[in-house]
């Protein structure tokens, strides 16, 4: 009966497995290094302001970094202003509903707020008649004189700095009424905003919608 030769047996050197686990361990450093990279890259990407998706525009002397999203002309190489449009919407429509705020961003100089309109112009102007509307608001309708046909103030007669809007008629039938506020807002800039008068409503909410966007961009 013959048997088989046996064959060799490679044995398992103790530094051999060593070697390998320590390849292992270098592989899955290099994997968590790249990752935590990635991650940290995409947080930066989507951070405010970063310069991607933002543009730069300076007032005055005052420097903004803005969402292109915002911007009615992002493509503008220009970085000095005398004027930056922008486009916002927020939930300040009938229950919450988005609306497009215009705002045109300037120099104080070059403005003066409603507010001060309110004593020195409209006051002067205004009909005997009143309107009923938002609650909070008293609507007093102007006289067709200094161009100020068709067109109504709203104001808040509670307080020293009155939240003031003056808004005009439909240009076509069933068309929206659009209204115009004007406001101070940090050193040296002031707001015109543009909206739907159906704003309106909730015009307590108005600011504390729209400063703490103008504070992310440096306006406030």
């Known amino acids: 009966m013959t048997h088989e030769a046996a064959l060799p047996a490679h044995p398992h050197h103790?530094?051999?497995?060593?070697?390998?686990?320590?390849i292992i361990a270098v592989a899955v450093a290099i994997a968590g290094v790249a990752l935590a990279y990635l991650i940290t890259a995409a947080g930066h990407a989507g951070a405010p302001g970063q310069d991607r998706g933002m543009v730069a525009r300076a007032l005055g002397a005052t420097r903004l970094t803005i969402p292109a999203a915002w911007v009615n002309d992002p493509s503008s190489t220009a970085s000095f202003s005398r004027e930056v449009d922008l486009s916002i919407s927020l939930p300040l429509g009938p229950n919450a509903a988005l609306r497009q705020i215009d705002v045109t961003l300037t120099e104080r100089s070059r403005v003066t707020p409603s507010a001060s309109l309110l004593d020195g112009v409209y006051l002067h102007e205004f009909k005997t008649d009143q309107?009923?509307?938002?609650?909070?608001?008293?609507?007093?309708?102007?006289?067709?004189?200094?161009?100020?046909?068709?067109?109504?103030?709203?104001?808040?007669?509670?307080?020293?700095?009155?939240?003031?809007?003056k808004c005009a008629a439909p240009i076509v039938s069933g068309g929206a009424s659009r209204c115009?506020?004007?406001?101070?807002?940090?050193?040296?800039?002031?707001?015109?905003?543009?909206?739907?008068?159906?704003?309106?409503?909730?015009?307590?909410?108005?600011?504390?919608?729209?400063?703490?966007?103008?504070?992310?961009?440096?306006?406030?």
Do not use: C
């Open 131 to 165: 309107l009923t509307g938002p609650p909070g608001l008293i609507g007093k309708p102007l006289q067709a004189e200094e161009g100020f046909e068709s067109e109504t103030i709203w104001y808040d007669p509670l307080t020293s700095s009155p939240f003031v809007a």
């Open 14 to 22: 103790p530094h051999s497995i060593g070697f390998n686990l320590g």
């Open 180 to 220: 115009l506020r004007t406001v101070y807002l940090g050193p040296g800039l002031a707001a015109i905003y543009s909206f739907d008068s159906d704003v309106l409503g909730n015009w307590r909410k108005f600011d504390a919608e729209m400063h703490p966007l103008l504070s992310r961009i440096g306006a406030l």
